[in-house]
Structure formats: C-alpha cells, structure tokens
C-alpha cells in the first residue's frame, strides 16, 4: 500500500491501491467480483441539480461489462426542460474515477457519476457538468493554468426542540455537544463524504442557532479541501445527496436554503479557488504576497460578479441573504480578511511560522512556509446554486481577468482595507457596483454577459437563454419591498424553495 492510499478512506481507493483518477473498468469488475457487489447505481445530474439514479441488478460479468462499456439510455426531456420530446434520447456514460460504495444501501451497491451524451455519441454540448469541463479545458488551452477549487457547504438541520443544553441564539460558530446537538451526525455525514471520494478540510457548527414552533434550527458547516475545479463540483454534489439521505434516515430535515427567516443567519456556498502551474499554486510570490496574476483573478470574478449570481443563486430567497450589514456580500469589492466582501482573500500561512514550534517547544522544525494553501474566496453563492454551472462560470471569470486588458487597475479600484460599512467610508461605498438584487436583475445581468460565456463555445445560446427566463419567470424585481412587513408571505416563500439545489 502505498502513501496515497493507506489512509484514505475510500474503500476502493485502498482495495486498489491507486488514486481514483487511474481507476479502469477492469478495477470497477475486479472489485464488484471480489467484494459481492449485487447492484450498480448511475448517478447524473439533472436541471434541478439533484442526482438521479439509475439502478442495475448485476446479472453476469458480461452484463456489468456492458454497463460500463456502453452505458445506457435516459429521457433528457424529463432531466433538462430545453430538450425536445421528439429528440430526446440521451446515453448516460460512467466515469469510472467517481465510483464508490453506496453508503446507505443494504444491498452491497456500487455507486457511479456518469456524463450525458447525444444521439451521435458526441458530449451534450448543453450538459451542465460538459460546460464545466469546456470551461476549464479553455482555461488550460488559452492561459496554461488549471483551477483549483473547494466549497464551504452550509446547511441547517431541524429537529424538535430538546430541552436540555439550549445553545444561544446566533452564537452557534464552532459549538461543541451537548450544546451543539448534531455533531454526530455532521461527523458521520462527513466520513460516509469521505468515503465516497470527498476531500474533506473540515466540519464544525455554525452560527445559526434558534428556536421557531418547536423546532430547533442548528446550523452546520462542511468545507471541502481544493482539488480539480471538475472534482471539486462532483463531490459537492454528492455531498448535499448523503446530508439529505442521511438526515431522512435519521429522521430529521435538512436544508440548504439560502434564508429561512429573517433575523437569522443565511446559508452560503462560499467557493475557494486558486490558480495551478502543475502542482505549484500561482496565487502568491514566493515572499507570500499576493501575485500579479491572482489579482486578476479577481478582476475578472469581481468583472462577472453580477450574472455569476445568475448560476450561483437560482431562487428569490437568495437575493434576501444577500442584504447589507449581514457576513453575505451586496458590493462588488475584495478584501483581506474582510467577511463582508465580495471577494475575500483569507488568512494565509505566509508570515512568521514558529507557531508550532511555539506551542510545542518540546520539538523543533516543524513548521515551512506553506504558500500552497492560500486561496481567494468568492462569498456570494448559496445552496440554491447549480453547482456545474456556477464553477463553470468561475472558472470562465478567471480566464476573462487574465485576459482582461485593465484587470490590475481594476482590483485596485475595487480593493476595500477597511470595514466598507463604517460610517466613514460612506463615499468609498457609494463608489462600488453591487450585486443584483433579485432573479430578474441576475437575469438582466446574464443577459449582458452572455458573449463572454459563449467565447470559445463554452455555453450554448439556448441554455443561457434559458437560463435568463428561469430567473425572469420570478417576476421578483421589488420582492423584497413588497414582502418586508409580511411575515406570512415571506414563510410561504421560504416553504416553497426549501429543498432548493
């Protein structure tokens, strides 16, 4: 075994000994034969962002060769409104470096992501997941980078309320048991995650944490470590399946809803990204400052910021989130440090490094700059995201800032050092653009910004368009107004999308 795989905790990761991205269908046969698979699951993603699956009772070693060879057929006109009834056959085909071990199934159940492929046997140009390859593809052909990224995934569980332990409201962040009182569960969510291929950073409480009707509501965090932009959207995918799977079995709800009461805090999708040269990360000089070409990075996601909300908050709740005075961002600004950004460059381990040494004086050396961890963190998506689409869009957004002619002048402008909502610093405020205020805006934005996410034949037309309608058929320009003083109305809206994404 060696150092890649004794410790990782995807079972065939360690049954091969090879990391996922050199798995073969053979690896796939080798170890249904050997561990007794029974059943083997398709899983893609539909227009509403939710895996679907497809199941197979294994039969023969020849039959799950078939499988894994050819594939299979689905209707695409009930998984993606923008395909014709009369033309609607698609195949679905695995890809075996995403296969893992059902988690929940009592049946031993093999579990694989698949990719969406027409009639001629060519990608589905308008498939979400076959944008995001495109997309990072373009990026390598046209600048020589790759892009890194990682998701900071929040979600509320609800339970009856105990009565024992009462955490205080809104003060959740990194609570511990027995005031935090699903601990358990986000942990075990986290290795069944794991298990199936995530890269895991971390998991903790969050700040939310209140009381309504006799539910308690506790909000959790699972943040993902940075890998392939195109892993990075696969395992955040299937991440929200097993939160969900798990909590029905567990007998409780989860949600992902960007804003399920006012007062409290929302739900985000905060996405990590850094640019690749190979294995070395090209957002910081070797002295740890911030590089040239990470400022144009964020040039270019600052530049899309308004219609990257078009793939990244995809129902009228996520425009309640995003409101002033609260940690989710309203102005088109970046920032060290600075949670209330659009972009947030976040503490780095660049500077003096003797802490460890510090708190362990018992051993010396331990700690080497680590220039490789630093990211740049865009604050505005939530759960409600297509999260294809939305990583395909950042990673459009990056080519665009290096490409951009003023992209320096640019993050410069838009730069914050200071508290943006200060009394003081009204004038700066008052010089910033700001994020769309509703689905109609976003879509407005989207359609200005549709060139740019075409360039190349990255995204089709018809699903920008289609894209532009979804978020116009909110008809939600002066919601917000219309609703403030309207406690009923507003529930009614947060119960209408609470399953969002």
């Given at each position: 075994m060696n150092q890649y795989?004794?410790?990782?905790?995807?079972?065939?990761?360690?049954?091969?000994?090879?990391?996922?991205?050199?798995?073969?269908?053979?690896?796939?046969?080798?170890?249904?034969?050997?561990?007794?698979?029974?059943?083997?699951?398709?899983?893609?993603?539909?227009?509403?962002?939710?895996?679907?699956?497809?199941?197979?009772?294994?039969?023969?070693?020849?039959?799950?060769?078939?499988?894994?060879?050819?594939?299979?057929?689905?209707?695409?006109?009930?998984?993606?409104?923008?395909?014709?009834?009369?033309?609607?056959?698609?195949?679905?085909?695995?890809?075996?470096?995403?296969?893992?071990?059902?988690?929940?199934?009592?049946?031993?159940?093999?579990?694989?992501?698949?990719?969406?492929?027409?009639?001629?046997?060519?990608?589905?140009?308008?498939?979400?997941?076959?944008?995001?390859?495109?997309?990072?593809?373009?990026?390598?052909?046209?600048?020589?980078?790759?892009?890194?990224?990682?998701?900071?995934?929040?979600?509320?569980?609800?339970?009856?309320?105990?009565?024992?332990?009462?955490?205080?409201?809104?003060?959740?962040?990194?609570?511990?048991?027995?005031?935090?009182?699903?601990?358990?569960?986000?942990?075990?969510?986290?290795?069944?995650?794991?298990?199936?291929?995530?890269?895991?950073?971390?998991?903790?409480?969050?700040?939310?944490?209140?009381?309504?009707?006799?539910?308690?509501?506790?909000?959790?965090?699972?943040?993902?470590?940075?890998?392939?932009?195109?892993?990075?959207?696969?395992?955040?995918?299937?991440?929200?399946?097993?939160?969900?799977?798990?909590?029905?079995?567990?007998?409780?709800?989860?949600?992902?809803?960007?804003?399920?009461?006012?007062?409290?805090?929302?739900?985000?999708?905060?996405?990590?990204s850094r640019l690749m040269k190979g294995s070395k990360n090209m957002m910081v000089k070797n002295n740890g400052q911030l590089s040239d070409l990470a400022k144009m990075v964020i040039a270019g996601y600052l530049d899309l910021a308004p219609s990257l909300t078009a793939f990244g908050n995809l129902n009228p709740m996520s425009y309640f989130r995003l409101v002033p005075h609260q940690e989710a961002p309203t102005n088109i600004c970046w920032g060290d440090r600075n949670r209330s950004v659009l972009v947030r460059v976040p503490l780095g381990w660049t500077g003096k490094l003797n802490m460890a040494e510090d708190a362990n004086p018992q051993q010396k050396d331990i700690s080497k700059r680590n220039l490789d961890r630093q990211t740049v963190e865009l604050r505005s998506p939530d759960g409600s995201a297509d999260i294809y689409m939305l990583m395909a869009g950042i990673a459009v957004a990056a080519r665009h800032g290096i490409e951009m002619k003023n992209a320096l002048q640019f993050a410069e402008k838009t730069y914050v050092d200071v508290d943006i909502f200060n009394a003081n610093n009204k004038k700066r405020l008052s010089e910033l653009n700001h994020l769309p205020a509703s689905?109609?805006?976003?879509?407005?934005?989207?359609?200005?910004h549709k060139k740019i996410y075409m360039q190349y034949n990255i995204m089709t037309e018809g699903t920008l368009d289609g894209i532009i309608r979804y978020h116009q058929s909110f008809n939600d320009k002066n919601l917000r107004d219309e609703i403030k003083d309207k406690p009923d109305e507003l529930m009614k809206l947060v119960r209408k999308y609470f399953h969002c994404g």
């Amino acid at each position: 075994m060696n150092q890649y795989t004794e410790m990782n905790p995807n079972h065939l990761v360690q049954y091969l000994n090879k990391p996922s991205s050199e798995f073969t269908k053979e690896d796939i046969i080798r170890y249904v034969e050997d561990h007794d698979i029974a059943m083997v699951n398709f899983r893609y993603c539909g227009w509403d962002g939710r895996l679907k699956t497809l199941n197979f009772v294994i039969n023969s070693k020849a039959h799950l060769d078939s499988i894994l060879s050819y594939g299979e057929r689905v209707d695409g006109s009930s998984l993606f409104s923008f395909i014709e009834a009369g033309s609607s056959d698609l195949y679905v085909i695995p890809r075996y470096k995403t296969a893992f071990l059902n988690p929940f199934s009592e049946v031993p159940t093999l579990d694989i992501l698949c990719s969406y492929y027409n009639k001629d046997g060519e990608p589905l140009a308008s498939s979400p997941e076959y944008i995001l390859k495109k997309a990072h593809q373009t990026l390598f052909e046209r600048t020589g980078y790759t892009l890194d990224a990682m998701g900071e995934l929040e979600y509320y569980i609800i339970s009856n309320k105990g009565e024992l332990f009462q955490a205080t409201d809104q003060k959740g962040y990194h609570e511990a048991e027995p005031f935090s009182k699903w601990g358990g569960f986000r942990k075990e969510a986290m290795l069944a995650i794991a298990q199936a291929g995530g890269l895991i950073k971390y998991g903790h409480s969050e700040v939310g944490n209140f009381v309504v009707d006799g539910l308690e509501y506790e909000q959790n965090e699972i943040e993902f470590a940075p890998t392939n932009i195109e892993d990075a959207a696969d395992q955040l995918l299937i991440a929200k399946w097993i939160l969900r799977t798990l909590a029905y079995k567990h007998g409780v709800t989860v949600t992902f809803a960007p804003k399920i009461t006012t007062g409290k805090a929302g739900s985000g999708l905060h996405v990590h990204s850094r640019l690749m040269k190979g294995s070395k990360n090209m957002m910081v000089k070797n002295n740890g400052q911030l590089s040239d070409l990470a400022k144009m990075v964020i040039a270019g996601y600052l530049d899309l910021a308004p219609s990257l909300t078009a793939f990244g908050n995809l129902n009228p709740m996520s425009y309640f989130r995003l409101v002033p005075h609260q940690e989710a961002p309203t102005n088109i600004c970046w920032g060290d440090r600075n949670r209330s950004v659009l972009v947030r460059v976040p503490l780095g381990w660049t500077g003096k490094l003797n802490m460890a040494e510090d708190a362990n004086p018992q051993q010396k050396d331990i700690s080497k700059r680590n220039l490789d961890r630093q990211t740049v963190e865009l604050r505005s998506p939530d759960g409600s995201a297509d999260i294809y689409m939305l990583m395909a869009g950042i990673a459009v957004a990056a080519r665009h800032g290096i490409e951009m002619k003023n992209a320096l002048q640019f993050a410069e402008k838009t730069y914050v050092d200071v508290d943006i909502f200060n009394a003081n610093n009204k004038k700066r405020l008052s010089e910033l653009n700001h994020l769309p205020a509703s689905c109609n805006e976003s879509g407005e934005a989207l359609e200005n910004h549709k060139k740019i996410y075409m360039q190349y034949n990255i995204m089709t037309e018809g699903t920008l368009d289609g894209i532009i309608r979804y978020h116009q058929s909110f008809n939600d320009k002066n919601l917000r107004d219309e609703i403030k003083d309207k406690p009923d109305e507003l529930m009614k809206l947060v119960r209408k999308y609470f399953h969002c994404g």
